[in-house]
């Protein structure tokens, strides 16, 4: 059973506007979370990361929101780009640190 | 980067065969990963490590070994190739010492069973 979960596969946004991406845990003992963004043919890469004991982290266009009561947490983009464009993953790791759980991703594509 | 190679980049192989990924680390991360990619699934965890001969199941771990002999090396064993085991398959390192952190990933092999 997936225990994080992208809800949308894919988002279409005009360059400079805003891109919100969103996922949703169901495990509780969730308490680290981290955002990547892959491009075609290559690994992913991290972006940006939470720990459970903030609610919002910032760096540079990238800021990511945790709502722990609802299990929800997501990525704000601002100003997008197109260079933005491409699959962006939640993930999370329980308090053990040794293991991420990924969602299924969702395709971001930033229009010029 | 984090220096990750994955080997090789791409495979074709038939089913029944076995076949072995090779993933090789330069940072002296303790633990090692292997997961799979694929449409609508997203990353899944097949086998972990963290340290050397130590490793654990992941999600999807069926059908699957993987062994570790160095701290550099993780390789994953496909003992007899499904058509259902055609994939992307990830290498992943952490460097996790008790505080979260993120985890780096290799550039990926594309294996086909045919």
């Known amino acids: 059973d997936q225990q994080v979960k992208q809800n949308s596969p894919s988002l279409s946004v005009q360059e400079g506007r805003i891109s919100i991406l969103n996922c949703d845990y169901t495990?509780?003992?969730?308490?680290?979370f981290l955002w990547y963004k892959k491009y075609p043919a290559e690994g992913p890469t991290f972006l940006i990361s939470?720990?459970?004991?903030?609610d919002k982290n910032e760096d540079g266009r990238f800021t990511v929101f945790l709502n722990k009561s609802a299990k929800h947490l997501s990525l704000h983009i601002v100003p997008s780009q197109p260079g933005d464009s491409a699959v962006y993953f939640c993930?999370?790791?329980?308090?053990?640190?040794?293991?991420?759980?990924f969602g299924t991703g969702t395709s971001l594509t930033v229009i010029p | 980067d984090a220096g990750i190679t994955q080997s090789p980049r791409h495979k074709v192989t038939e089913t029944g065969t076995p076949v072995t990924l090779r993933c090789h680390q330069t940072e002296n991360h303790r633990y090692m990963y292997w997961y799979r990619q694929d449409p609508g699934h997203g990353l899944r965890l097949i086998h972990y490590s963290y340290g050397v001969k130590d490793t654990d199941k992941g999600e999807v771990s069926d059908g699957y070994s993987v062994s570790r002999s160095k701290t550099e090396d993780f390789l994953l064993t496909l003992e007899s190739a499904t058509s259902s085991q055609t994939s992307v398959y990830f290498c992943?390192?952490?460097?996790?010492?008790?505080?979260?952190?993120?985890?780096?990933f290799g550039q990926g092999t594309r294996l086909t069973v045919v």
């Open positions: 939470i720990s459970s004991i903030k």
């Open positions: 993930a999370a790791s329980p308090n053990t640190g040794n293991q991420f759980y």
């Open positions: 992943a390192i952490s460097d996790f010492r008790g505080m979260a952190t993120e985890a780096f």
């Open positions: 495990n509780s003992m969730f308490d680290y």
